[in-house]
């Protein structure tokens, strides 16, 4: 059973499209994130939801939304889809509080051509 | 402005050998830190934390040190094994930063364990 899951793994899109990445988690966490690892490797955190409100949200194009339905849920959707985007986003769960560990998803690969 | 540090982008070592990933940080607001294993096309696997309150934590064939003092910690990996070659992720956070939730990774040191 997987613990974080997101869809899809890949996805090559064109510029200009809007797009989204799904994220769910069956563990019973209550805060989930979203990762951005760039071309060079960098992880950086761009958003964060606590039981569905937000808490981090580093400085990110208003293109990125993030919508959490629910505590379990975490989807970021992308409009207007530029090159720069492209890139690996991992989604991530903790329980949260101070000490805890957090848990990713595979990554999804996104290409904008 | 990159507060994790991992100078090594990659290290090879041989079978049965000891591994070590260093990591510094610049943040003396860091208290929590972890190390997460990352394979090509996988998301990265928790592998390891410690807390301030410590400077060594064990767990297997993975020890983590921490010199609060040098802002520096290690990741020993004894014995190595082919199966460990992988990138190894540090990260750090600030309990006062977000409720401590707000993890910032290096940049990654890329282990290969040679048979």
């Known amino acids: 059973d997987t613990a974080v899951s997101q869809t899809p793994k890949y996805l090559v899109t064109q510029m200009g499209n809007d797009k989204s990445i799904k994220c769910e988690q069956n563990l019973g966490h209550d805060t989930m994130y979203w990762y951005k690892q760039d071309s060079k490797k960098f992880l950086k955190i761009m958003f964060s939801?606590?039981?569905?409100?937000?808490?981090i949200n580093e400085t990110v194009p208003n293109r990125f939304s993030p919508k959490s339905p629910d505590k379990a849920h975490l989807n970021l959707h992308i409009n207007s889809l530029e090159l720069g985007d492209s890139a690996v986003y991992f989604c991530?769960?903790?329980?949260?509080?101070?000490?805890?560990?957090?848990?990713f998803g595979e990554g999804s690969w996104l290409t904008v051509v | 402005d990159q507060q994790v540090k991992q100078n090594s982008p990659s290290l090879s070592v041989q079978e049965g050998r000891i591994s070590i990933l260093n990591c510094d940080y610049t943040n003396s607001m860091f208290d929590y830190f972890l190390w997460y294993k990352k394979y090509p096309a996988e998301g990265p696997t928790f592998l390891i934390s410690i807390s301030s309150i410590k400077d060594k934590n064990e767990d297997g064939r993975f020890t983590v040190f921490l010199n609060k003092s040098a802002k520096h910690l290690s990741l020993h990996i004894v014995p190595s094994q082919p199966g460990d070659s992988a990138v190894y992720f540090c990260a750090a956070s600030d309990p006062l930063n977000n409720y401590g939730q707000n993890f910032v990774f290096g940049p990654g040191t890329r282990l290969s364990v040679l048979p």
């Open positions: 991530a769960s903790s329980q949260g509080g101070y000490g805890n560990t957090i848990y």
């Open positions: 939801y606590n039981n569905k409100e937000l808490i």
